[in-house]
């Protein structure tokens, strides 16, 4: 039996698929596999496979806070959130989801239970598992801030990891660098509180996105992580560089730590202008921009992400 067979038992499975279709930036090559686990118990099936096989792989969800190569990935890519997403409200607050589960969408199922804690995410397009893998955050709030505890794979088995052993910091956790741990759920704490107010603060946090991002093209959210001695942008905008394009990539003129796909863009077009800003703030600024946006460079990647 073939390798595409015995995933199919587990799974969904797509072939040749082009990256371009599962990611927010609308760029990147065809990969082997393209896989759906059914259940939590095929995805450790799933995984079990590749590894024995030495295929490479990743897992994402929602494919917001990617860069994936212009070159075609001869591995795996394992997605979430069609089948991973489903999720649970307690009478406390407590809220158990799935990893693929859509951000946005608990924050709107928070809003309707009102329950307060999540209306910060409530406009970051990513799945929870990114968004647990990288700490995600706006307004001063991340989602380290509500984790108890995290369900992830390892060596075939399903643990629950507490908040304590997670080392999560600004965009930052365990995750990043354990590789073998693949999250498939969350526990987190909510609050009950007023659902107008609740749903006024979502409201103005929308309006503030929609006026100050550029929300109508394909892009990554955030491109640079924010140093201590001022905000990304404003680092961009003292550069000079808003506006710059490379091929169909351009720094956004709207919002200067947003790099867009203004039609037809390559990973690399985006990784040049990422490498152009990080050269300009080094130089006169002796600042070290960190992206928040993970570039898949297949041909560095030879072994299992």
Same mark, same amino acid.
Not at 82 to 110: H, R
Not at 275 to 304: C, F, G, H, P
């Given at each position: 039996?073939?390798?595409?067979? =015995?995933?199919?038992?587990?799974?969904? !499975?797509? !072939?040749?698929?082009? &990256?371009?279709?599962?990611?927010?930036?609308?760029?990147? @090559?065809?990969?082997?596999?393209?896989?759906?686990?059914?259940?939590?118990?095929?995805?450790?099936?799933?995984?079990?496979?590749?590894?024995?096989?030495?295929?490479?792989?990743?897992?994402?969800?929602?494919?917001?806070?990617?860069?994936?190569?212009?070159?075609?990935?001869?591995?795996?890519? /394992?997605?979430?959130?069609?089948?991973?997403?489903?999720?649970?409200?307690?009478?406390?607050?407590?809220? !158990?989801?799935?990893? $693929?589960?859509?951000?946005?969408?608990? %924050?709107?199922?928070?809003? *309707? +239970?009102?329950?307060?804690?999540?209306?910060?995410?409530?406009?970051?397009? @990513?799945?929870?598992?990114?968004?647990?893998? &990288?700490?995600?955050? %706006?307004?001063?709030?991340?989602?380290?801030? /509500?984790?108890?505890?995290?369900?992830?794979?390892?060596?075939?088995?399903?643990?629950?990891?507490?908040?304590?052993?997670?080392?999560? =910091?600004?965009?930052?956790?365990?995750?990043?660098?354990?590789?073998?741990?693949?999250?498939?759920?969350?526990?987190?704490?909510?609050?009950?509180?007023?659902?107008?107010?609740? =749903?006024?603060?979502? +409201?103005?946090?929308?309006?503030?996105?929609?006026?100050?991002?550029? #929300?109508?093209?394909?892009?990554?959210?955030?491109?640079?992580?924010?140093?201590?001695?001022?905000?990304?942008? *404003? /680092?961009?905008?003292?550069?000079?560089?808003?506006?710059?394009? !490379? $091929?169909?990539?351009?720094?956004?003129?709207?919002?200067?730590?947003?790099?867009?796909?203004?039609?037809?863009? *390559?990973?690399?077009?985006?990784? %040049?202008?990422?490498?152009?800003?990080?050269?300009?703030?080094?130089?006169?600024?002796?600042?070290?921009? /960190?992206?928040?946006?993970?570039? #898949?460079?297949?041909?560095?990647?030879?072994?299992?992400?």
């Amino acid at each position: 039996m073939s390798l595409l067979e =015995r995933l199919q038992c587990y799974g969904e !499975v797509l !072939v040749h698929e082009p &990256m371009s279709r599962h990611t927010t930036y609308r760029i990147g @090559g065809k990969v082997d596999y393209y896989i759906y686990p059914h259940t939590e118990i095929a995805l450790v099936q799933i995984l079990k496979m590749l590894k024995a096989e030495n295929v490479p792989y990743y897992v994402l969800g929602r494919g917001s806070n990617l860069l994936f190569h212009d070159d075609d990935f001869h591995g795996a890519i /394992i997605n979430l959130d069609k089948t991973l997403n489903n999720y649970y409200f307690e009478p406390d607050g407590t809220l !158990v989801a799935q990893a $693929g589960c859509s951000i946005i969408n608990l %924050a709107i199922e928070a809003l *309707k +239970r009102s329950f307060t804690g999540l209306e910060f995410a409530s406009g970051i397009p @990513g799945s929870l598992g990114g968004g647990l893998f &990288m700490n995600a955050g %706006a307004y001063q709030s991340d989602l380290a801030g /509500i984790v108890e505890s995290v369900c992830v794979i390892q060596d075939e088995n399903l643990i629950w990891l507490p908040k304590a052993s997670l080392d999560y =910091r600004y965009r930052h956790s365990l995750f990043q660098n354990h590789r073998d741990l693949t999250i498939v759920a969350a526990r987190l704490k909510l609050e009950k509180a007023d659902q107008e107010q609740i =749903r006024q603060l979502m +409201r103005s946090r929308h309006e503030r996105r929609v006026s100050s991002q550029p #929300l109508d093209k394909p892009c990554a959210g955030s491109v640079f992580r924010n140093p201590d001695e001022r905000p990304a942008w *404003k /680092i961009i905008d003292d550069l000079g560089l808003r506006g710059l394009q !490379v $091929g169909g990539a351009r720094i956004s003129e709207k919002h200067s730590n947003f790099i867009v796909n203004e039609g037809g863009a *390559k990973a690399e077009d985006v990784h %040049a202008l990422i490498s152009r800003i990080q050269k300009s703030a080094k130089e006169k600024y002796a600042i070290d921009l /960190i992206t928040e946006v993970e570039y #898949l460079n297949w041909d560095e990647k030879k072994k299992k992400v």
